[in-house]
């Protein structure tokens, strides 16, 4: 069995590329830095326009939840019918082609459901859905008479 005579060299951490990022960055920032400069010392005087409204994206559509006791939701908020109608015409007034997905309880009577659709209509919502559930072959329930 040998003896070791001699000292390993201990692997040393290689710097220079991170230092080279570092550099790059800071360049970087610096010269964006100057383009901003440059852009304020402009005398322009950019044209106005008038607010036609937003352009963002289209908003989700409103959930309306009408439960099998007659209440309802507006966005797991509870409302009146003349709330909901207000509440809707607001945000048509600001999005025309809102929608509203209208989710009623299966054992509810279809009275609370038809109400809200008329106050969606009062409210001028164009885009109404009404959420089902499809059966499967093996979960059928009865029809009540």
């Known amino acids: 069995m040998g003896l070791k005579t001699h000292?390993?060299?201990?692997?040393?951490?290689?710097?220079?590329p991170m230092i080279d990022i570092v550099f790059l960055l800071i360049i970087f920032f610096m010269v964006?830095?100057?383009?901003?400069?440059?852009?304020?010392?402009i005398g322009l005087e950019p044209?106005?326009?008038s607010d036609n409204?937003?352009?963002?994206?289209a908003p989700e559509a409103k959930t309306v939840n009408v439960f099998r006791d007659g209440r309802i939701e507006l966005n797991?908020?509870?409302?009146?019918?003349?709330e909901l109608t207000e509440q809707l015409a607001a945000a048509r007034s600001k999005y025309p082609a809102i929608?509203?997905?209208i989710r009623g309880d299966a054992?509810?009577?279809?009275?609370?459901?038809?109400s809200v659709l008329n106050a969606c209509s009062k409210a001028g919502i164009a885009k109404?859905?009404?959420?089902?559930?499809?059966?499967?072959?093996?979960?059928?329930r009865p029809l009540q008479r």
């Open 7 to 16: 000292n390993d060299e201990q692997p040393t951490l290689n710097l220079t």
């Open 32 to 41: 964006g830095t100057k383009f901003s400069e440059l852009e304020r010392k």
């Open 47 to 49: 044209p106005a326009v």
């Open 53 to 57: 409204g937003s352009l963002s994206a």
């Open 76 to 82: 797991n908020q509870p409302v009146s019918l003349s």
């Open 99 to 101: 929608g509203v997905l």
């Open 107 to 114: 054992d509810g009577r279809f009275q609370s459901v038809a």
């Open 128 to 140: 109404m859905s009404v959420s089902v559930k499809l059966r499967t072959a093996n979960a059928q």
